[in-house]
């Protein structure tokens, strides 16, 4: 017999707690039976778990809704206790703008009311709050409209919660919830139509004029909530569970549930500058960002038939399990290919995964989040997923020329690595007409860089093997060979060539950087000059380091400080990366990682870098390959993750610093305290406490000041 | 946001396995694994080199170091190395999404590790190598290991793996006759890697290995089994002959450390 835990936890599934069977009522039954029984000695953990699969199995909150109606009938301190909780939860939420938690709280409350848990007008009352908020924040002169996010948030918390209660709402408190929508209309006609053009996946010319025209996502879920209320309220996406005990549930007690504050945005003088107003837009914006922006990869057919709400419940669905299931591969895949919908929905799977995985600025996981999803789904659905995938591969593909910079970077990092797990089996022949088009097309380029990443992720013969069928495409592949070392061979620059076999065995006898300074200093660049040095030492180290990462890091932490002699300023840091291009011209990564390596060993400033990347000689090579790009991303990336972690360490500090002074401040009062009892004996200095003590005191607070002097210099 | 009735990896749960050379209790293994930013990678084909690591798991982060597990004898590779990341987060995404999937054909596992320290790049298997074998490792999926709530079947599977487990558990070995050689410590603050302030020297694997593939046929000729579309791909009962073959044990004299040749001379 299974624990109540587990019934609770496999509501809704295809489990062995369930006899492998999903239906429903005997799902529901059941899991009561065991939750009624155990209610008793384990009231506080079935509460806790409870709240817990509400929050983060979201998608079979219609189920737990119901299993709390049922025992709101025998047990309503219980439930009481359920609402409380629920009540804090939301207010916190709310105060810390936790967008999911408010979301999935509210979804939460709206599915009790529908079992009669809570009062209809409970829920009212909690829109009307948000809806005043959000009207007040974009009011020019009572608000803060740089606030505006946080307003559509609120705003779509309202409407998000429709589909799951608005049959109920219309049917039992008809003028209120009316109330609301006018005011929600009210709210669309006064707020600014959000455009972010420079958020969009596929940058379409053509269709620029229309873009004020096209709705943003708050305008977008109205319009598929008044398609929702014409049609009665009636969508096949979310399952009511609750009607399988109408009759019992409605014997229930409606519990009242409490309002909700919605702290004030803190008023700022009406006239905002710019600058201002932009800076408050961003944060705002990072505090309540857009979830999604649709990509309509797929031809309308694929998707036929579904109503837009019930697209709408769909993503939200597989958004909330891409969220709250997190690294739970195996729970995340099965979930995801087992929503609570009585329709086929892999197609719109894909566009959901793939608008996630191209969402601008970023996702909320990494990308690489997505491929393993991705890779996951088309183990679970082998029959159908890939397909699928292939499908919206191809989309995107014929539109890349649409496709936003940074989307097209993901798509081929995410391509390559999926190819990787799969054996790179692709139709490369589909796309072979690609070879007629200049260098610099993008779909050419794609092709190209997905190769070069799959090589990195293989090997060269493996890649070349793979594209057989389309023997052409070889013309793609990145080159073969390895670095072009200078000094290989005894030909060519005699003087260079001993140089260099003179450096190499000064490395191979472990002198140290300092000898090889001393000897580049007395010799070599009086004789033969700085730039043959520097060609010299270049090549020879980096030769030395080319074996594999570990050589070349090894390299760089033993005779780093001799590239740095030689390379001291900005123009020499230039040269040395250009030289260091110039050796690795065969493998883009080997001249990525060398860069960044460089950079991170303070040989090369992220200055040098970006100066080196836009060199004129360099501009033919912008729109042929990614290499540029990447050695800008990692410098930038570098920069910032630098940033971040001397952030981390500052803000550690000055927390270090108040308690340290809290400390000294507490060490001084105590000395004074014990040195005051020294004077009480009418002048005469008598030792009131006894001298070790005072000694400990003294040094204590001495120690203690210096310390904070000390974190204050930091 | 981690729903831990369903972690597969989530570090508050007690470790399925326990390398016994940790010095410590096991609630410091716990916190060790917990505070770490050191993934350890095993079920490696012997052929993967670190540039390949370096793109798999640079999408997980900024990769610090990159350690490979060496065979104690030959010096070649041997199916697992460590990488270490800047941060724990890049650490953490690394185990959630990278294990389990492929690097260079075989599906790899990817576990947080207590520490790499000198010494840990040894392989300790009496033949040198990673003790387990590939036969017992086939189709491995380490989803399977940690996840709760996944019934008879899925228990029953945990319960062969851990006992596997213990056979790869590094047992007390011996260093080998490899001595390291001290680091240069030139680099001091800005050195170490990256230049985020972590200082000190980082020893990692040193000795014979390691050249990348297309040079090493070039130089090898037709003795070492190419990979072309001519030949089988690679079959698990393959380990004992490539090991023979190898293309990156090097001959006598080549080594980058003096000292190495001059032991092997004696």
């Known amino acids: 017999m299974s624990s109540w835990r587990s019934l609770i936890l496999r509501i809704g599934e295809k489990s062995p707690e369930y006899g492998g069977v999903i239906d429903f009522k005997d799902h529901i039954d059941a899991c009561f039976g065991a939750v009624r029984r155990e209610l008793d000695h384990s009231e506080d953990e079935i509460l806790t778990f409870l709240l817990q699969c509400s929050e983060q199995l979201p998608h079979k909150i219609p189920l737990y809704g119901t299993l709390i109606g049922l025992l709101n009938l025998e047990n309503e301190e219980f439930v009481k206790k359920i609402l409380e909780s629920t009540h804090k939860s939301l207010q916190d939420a709310l105060d810390s703008g936790d967008c999911n938690k408010i979301r999935v709280s509210m979804r939460f409350l709206t599915v009790l009311m529908c079992s009669k848990v809570i009062q209809p007008s409970s829920l009212v009352v909690i829109f009307e709050t948000l809806l005043s908020s959000a009207a007040t924040i974009v009011d020019d002169e009572k608000g803060n409209p740089s606030w505006q996010a946080r307003a559509d948030f609120y705003i779509t918390c309202i409407l998000s919660c429709l589909p799951w209660g608005g049959y109920e709402l219309v049917e039992q408190i008809p003028e209120e919830i009316e109330r609301v929508m006018v005011g929600i209309e009210a709210y669309l006609s006064i707020k600014r139509h959000v455009s972010d053009v420079g958020l969009f996946v596929f940058e379409d010319i053509n269709k620029m004029n229309k873009l004020n025209v096209e709705q943003d996502f708050v305008e977008d879920l109205w319009s598929r909530i008044q398609d929702l209320s014409k049609n009665s309220w009636k969508l096949e996406s979310v399952p009511r569970p609750h009607l399988l005990y109408e009759a019992q549930l409605v014997a229930g007690k409606s519990h009242d549930f409490g309002s909700i504050i919605c702290q004030e945005q803190s008023n700022t003088p009406v006239e905002l500058s710019r600058i201002n107003f932009g800076r408050q837009k961003h944060e705002a914006e990072l505090k309540y960002p857009q979830r999604i922006r649709r990509l309509n990869i797929f031809p309308a057919t694929k998707i036929e038939g579904l109503q837009p709400i019930d697209r709408f419940v769909v993503e939200e669905y597989l958004l909330d399990v891409l969220f709250y299931l997190n690294g739970c591969r195996k729970e995340c895949a099965s979930c995801m290919v087992g929503l609570p919908v009585p329709f086929r929905y892999e197609y719109l799977m894909a566009e959901t995964i793939f608008s996630q995985l191209l969402l601008l600025p970023q996702p909320p996981f990494k990308p690489i989040c997505y491929t393993l999803v991705i890779i996951d789904l088309c183990k679970s659905l082998p029959g159908a997923f890939p397909a699928v995938v292939a499908g919206a591969v191809r989309a995107l593909f014929d539109r890349l020329s649409e496709l936003d910079m940074e989307c097209r970077t993901r798509l081929i990092l995410w391509f390559s690595h999926h190819l990787s797990n799969f054996q790179f089996i692709w139709p490369w022949d589909e796309w072979a007409y690609i070879l007629e088009l200049p260098k610099w097309a993008p779909q050419r380029v794609f092709v190209q860089e997905v190769l070069d990443r799959e090589v990195r992720l293989s090997y060269w013969d493996k890649v070349k093997q793979s594209i057989e069928s389309t023997p052409a495409l070889e013309e793609l592949l990145p080159p073969k060979g390895g670095p072009d070392f200078r000094y290989s061979l005894d030909d060519g620059d005699k003087t260079e060539y001993t140089l260099s076999k003179e450096l190499n065995s000064m490395v191979k006898g472990r002198k140290t950087a300092r000898d090889v300074i001393i000897w580049l200093e007395e010799t070599m660049i009086p004789i033969n000059g700085l730039d043959v040095t520097l060609r010299v030492v270049v090549q020879t180290l980096l030769d030395i380091g080319s074996k594999s990462f570990t050589h070349l890091v090894t390299v760089l932490e033993r005779y780093g400080q001799v590239i740095a002699k030689i390379c001291p300023n900005e123009e020499m840091q230039i040269m040395l990366i250009s030289k260091v291009a110039s050796f690795w011209k065969n493998s883009a990564q080997s001249t990525a990682i060398t860069v960044d390596r460089m950079m991170g060993y303070r040989l090369i400033s992220n200055l040098a870098i970006v100066k080196w990347v836009f060199t004129p000689s360099n501009i033919d090579f912008f729109h042929t390959t990614d290499r540029l790009w990447e050695i800008l991303r990692n410098a930038l990336n570098k920069t910032y993750n630098r940033i971040s972690d001397l952030r981390k360490e500052i803000s550690h500090l000055k927390k270090s610093v108040v308690k340290a002074e809290q400390l000294a401040a507490m060490a001084k009062a105590e000395l004074e305290g014990a040195e005051s009892k020294l004077m009480l004996v009418d002048g005469e200095p008598v030792v009131g406490e006894n001298p070790a003590r005072m000694k400990r005191l003294r040094s204590t607070a001495e120690r203690q000041k210096r310390l904070r002097c000390l974190l204050v210099s930091l | ?266």
């Open chain 2, 1 to 266: 946001m981690h729903f831990s009735s369903f972690s597969d990896k989530d570090p508050n749960k007690i470790s399925a396995y326990r390398d016994r050379r940790f010095p410590g209790t096991q609630e410091e293994y716990e916190h060790a694994l917990q505070t770490s930013t050191t993934v350890y990678i095993g079920n490696m084909s012997f052929y993967t080199t670190e540039e390949q690591l370096y793109e798999l798991f640079s999408r997980a982060g900024e990769i610090k170091k990159i350690v490979m597990g060496l065979d104690k004898n030959t010096k070649t590779p041997c199916g697992f190395c460590f990488v270490m990341y800047y941060s724990r987060e890049d650490t953490e995404d690394a185990v959630k999404y990278i294990s389990g999937t492929i690097l260079d054909d075989r599906p790899i596992r990817v576990d947080f590790d207590w520490g790499f320290q000198d010494g840990r790049q040894w392989g300790r298997g009496r033949s040198g190598g990673q003790q387990v074998r590939d036969e017992y490792r086939t189709d491995y999926d380490p989803d399977i290991l940690l996840s709760l709530n996944q019934g008879g079947y899925g228990k029953l599977v945990q319960k062969e793996l851990e006992e596997q487990r213990q056979v790869v558990d590094y047992g007390v070995g011996s260093l080998g006759s490899f001595q390291q050689p001290h680091m240069a410590q030139n680099y001091g603050r800005h050195g170490g890697g990256g230049g985020h302030g972590y200082g000190g020297s980082n020893r990692h694997g040193r000795g014979d290995y390691h050249r990348k593939r297309y040079r090493d046929d070039d130089r090898r000729g037709s003795d070492i089994p190419k990979r072309n579309s001519e030949n089988e791909p690679r079959r698990n009962s393959d380990h004992d002959s490539r090991q023979e073959k190898n293309p990156r044990f090097r001959e006598h004299g080549d080594s980058d450390d003096e000292e190495d040749d001059r032991k092997r001379q004696k």
